[in-house]
């Protein structure tokens, strides 16, 4: 049921793009994007539903293909303050309150 | 700005005692979650909570563990006896929104050490 994220980690120079992939096996309700700091907690960027409405940051662009149950987080024009782990998580159809994250990509910007 | 709190923020015990980590969620949101967090690795969900039940669990979740809203607005969680691999970052969110449809707000989490 976990959600398989790719790659596992990725190193940019500032101003580089990325794209952090996440797919499920299970049809999705949801799929949402959060990146947490060294010894932080995790915090939300963006949220997907089934259906297209999407909730988030201005500056984070994401995609959710519904068929396929996978989601893109596009990352561009990094700066520094982009490092950290990026988790997805996801809700299934059929689910209620549960939210299983991935087990995440870490990302570092160096200048 | 509203935000979850917990305490405590890092707690030492000994291997089978029992420890409660608590939460305060923000006062308007009525979902719950804990989630666990062994150092360096995934997020992993333990349970959600709403209504004064749970809605959710995993399989980590077991018998001893407990979550509880003794007073409306502290939501707890408890660990029986305590085993070494019980050692974690335990997190605490809380959301407005059912089915996972909002952003879960997280707190800074309750570091577990268990000797």
């Known amino acids: 049921q976990q959600p398989v994220q790719s790659p596992q980690a990725v190193i940019l120079r500032e101003g580089e793009d990325a794209v952090i992939n996440c797919s499920s096996s299970k049809a999705l309700y949801s799929v949402h994007w959060y990146r947490q700091k060294h010894g932080e907690a995790p915090v939300f960027l963006m949220i997907?539903?089934?259906?297209?409405e999407q909730k988030g940051h201005e500056k984070i662009s994401a995609s959710f293909n519904e068929k396929k149950q996978q989601s893109s987080l596009y990352l561009t024009a990094s700066q520094l303050s982009y490092s950290g782990t990026y988790f997805c998580?996801?809700?299934?159809?059929?689910?209620?309150?549960?939210?299983?994250f991935g087990a995440g990509t870490r990302l570092a910007v160096h200048p | 700005e509203p935000e979850v709190t917990q305490t405590p923020s890092h707690q030492v015990t000994q291997m089978g005692q029992e420890v409660i980590l608590r939460c305060v969620p923000i006062?308007?949101?009525?979902?719950f979650y804990w989630y666990r967090q062994i150092l360096g690795q995934k997020v992993e969900f333990l349970v959600s909570?709403?209504?004064?039940?749970?809605?959710?669990k995993s399989e980590i979740f077991d018998d001893q563990f407990s979550v509880e809203r003794p007073d409306g607005s502290n939501f707890t969680l408890k660990i029986r006896s305590t085993k070494l691999e019980d050692s974690a970052m335990y997190f605490c969110?809380?959301?407005?929104?059912?089915?996972?449809?909002?952003?879960?707000?997280f707190g800074e989490g309750s570091r577990l050490t268990v000797l």
């Open positions: 998580g996801t809700a299934i159809s059929g689910g209620y309150n549960k939210l299983i």
């Open positions: 006062s308007n949101h009525l979902y």
């Open positions: 997907l539903l089934k259906g297209g």
């Open positions: 969110a809380s959301s407005n929104s059912d089915r996972v449809t909002g952003e879960l707000f």
């Open positions: 909570f709403y209504n004064n039940e749970i809605s959710e």
